[in-house]
């Protein structure tokens, strides 16, 4: 099975913010993507101070 490897359509995120309920994915051009934080049960239970020490690898 292969992918579609098209540059078009590749987009990169740029910042990471958390919320109480969601985890929001800003990308590169301008569009955002936000999933609630109970699909991440870890990140959900995690100390507000855990959940802000993060490093966004692109």
Do not use: H
């Amino acid at each position: 099975m292969s992918t579609l490897q098209n540059k078009k359509f590749s987009q990169t995120a740029n910042t990471v913010s958390l919320t109480s309920e969601e985890l929001i994915v800003f990308l590169d051009d301008g569009r955002k993507v936000s999933v609630p934080l109970y699909y991440f049960p870890k990140l959900e239970n995690a100390p507000e101070e855990q959940r802000n020490n993060f490093e966004l690898i692109c």
